[in-house]
């Protein structure tokens, strides 16, 4: 079920946006169903990537490779993972509070569905996280959460069609600042639970 989740929102999401408006799952089944299983995945291969990988530093000759202990990788993991969930309702919320501003349909499960499904590529590309040199990848895969927000707003929120791309923009501008936000929090966590020494 969740692998064909993942495969059908990420190949045929017109589809696929479809069928999850019409489900009849509720926060609790998305986040423990699908959220939850699918966010482990950049935090425990960017917890793989931090401990066994390492992260290179230097230019020419002098290059090296540092590795971050297991408990402050760990520590980091934990919060990351909880913070992307956080992020997703708060997401969740942003979206459905802005809806009348945008002819949109307010609906607070189907917004929080939106911002969930749509992350998906995010939550894949996290794979890529076991190597730290792959961060930018690891971007321009998530980049096609924004595709996958453009075509589930006129579906989950009811948008119409001429008001998508500002709704959308707005959007974006939210999840820039909560990710900064997120991020910055993990990254805060890591180098106060350990500093490198070179």
Do not use: C, H
Not at 1 to 14: A, E, G, S, V, Y
């Amino acid at each position: 079920m969740l692998l064909t989740r993942i495969k059908n929102i990420l190949f045929d999401p017109k589809n696929t946006w479809i069928k999850i408006k019409e489900e009849s799952a509720g926060f609790g089944q998305v986040l423990t169903n699908y959220a939850m299983p699918l966010a482990a995945l950049p935090a425990f291969f960017g917890l793989l990537g931090l401990t066994l990988v390492g992260q290179r530093y230097g230019f020419g000759p002098v290059v090296g490779i540092f590795r971050v202990p297991f408990g402050s990788a760990l520590l980091w993991g934990i919060v990351m993972y909880i913070l992307v969930l956080v992020g997703l309702y708060v997401e969740g919320i942003v979206i459905n509070a802005l809806a009348p501003s945008f002819a949109s349909k307010p609906n607070a499960l189907n917004a929080f569905k939106l911002a969930v499904y749509a992350y998906t590529p995010a939550f894949v590309a996290g794979i890529l996280n076991i190597s730290p040199m792959l961060g930018f990848l690891v971007f321009l895969i998530s980049l096609y959460g924004i595709y996958l927000l453009y075509l589930g707003l006129p579906v989950m929120m009811e948008t119409p069609k001429e008001k998508v791309a500002v709704y959308l923009i707005v959007i974006i501008v939210v999840m820039i600042v909560i990710y900064f936000i997120i991020g910055g929090i993990a990254g805060a966590i890591l180098a106060a639970s350990w500093s490198p020494v070179f």
